[in-house]
């Protein structure tokens, strides 16, 4: 069982639907990331929070909003998705900010997302 | 190297024979490599993380080697199980950036 929780682990959404992917880790890691995967490819960065902040942001699309409450809670808001952004959306964490790097990441199952 | 390439891109092997399959990274400015297992339908799981040149990780049945003047790495399997089927990620970072860069992966069959 993973450490790092994603709920939903399926969604359905049409495209001006507004819904929030969540995710939750009670490691204590400092750094969290949301990454998109698309079939046969491997997860692509979007954001990255290290102590609750926004340290990288892939110049993701702004219909994508993370949003970190706490260090334990790292949400994505989706707002007028299009169909090209039906993907397998991943949360990891790891013990350190990411300045560090050497620590391993913790990934989530995933939520799975589509687009109507 | 620019990007990060792994080969190949897929291997199916029988029961009990031994692997192994390559990262290649660029060279300059390398500060770590992490290997990735991941299974269809659960989440990647770490496997190693690397950090100096000539590093030797060892876990179970699974090694990985890593070469940073060359900008490579090999992950072996020895007698290779279908439990081991899966497909294997290498990410890649640098001293110049805060995140990583995967690799496309190497999936692996391990038939009975």
């Not at chain 1, 993973?2 to 204590?28: A, D, R």
């Not at chain 1, 960065?45 to 942001?57: G, H, P, Q, R």
């Not at chain 2, 490599?33 to 040149?53: C, D, G, I, Q």
């Amino acid at each position: 069982d993973t450490e790092v929780t994603q709920t939903p682990k399926h969604l359905v959404m049409g495209m001006t639907n507004k819904k929030s992917l969540k995710c939750e880790q009670h490691m204590g890691h400092r750094a969290m990331y949301w990454y998109k995967q698309k079939a046969k490819k491997p997860p692509e960065l979007m954001f990255v929070y290290s102590y609750e902040k926004l340290s990288i942001n892939e110049s993701v699309p702004s219909r994508f909003s993370p949003e970190c409450p706490n260090s334990s809670l790292l949400n994505l808001h989706l707002h007028a998705l299009q169909p090209e952004d039906s993907a397998l959306y991943l949360c990891a964490s790891s013990q350190d900010p990411v300045g560090t790097r050497r620590q391993p990441q913790h990934f989530g199952d995933g939520t799975r997302l589509s687009i109507l | 190297i620019l990007n990060v390439e792994q080969s190949p891109q897929s291997l199916h092997v029988q029961e009990g024979d031994s692997t192994n399959f390559t990262c290649s990274f660029p060279s300059s400015n390398f500060y770590a490599l992490h290997w990735y297992r991941w299974e269809t339908a659960k989440s990647p799981e770490a496997l190693f993380v690397m950090t100096l040149n000539g590093d030797e990780k060892k876990k179970g049945r699974i090694s990985a080697t890593l070469n940073t003047k060359e900008g490579y790495s090999y992950l072996y399997i020895k007698g290779s199980q279908p439990e081991d089927s899966a497909t294997y990620l290498c990410a890649h970072y640098n001293t110049n950036a805060g995140k990583s860069t995967f690799g496309d992966g190497t999936t692996l069959t391990v038939k009975p």
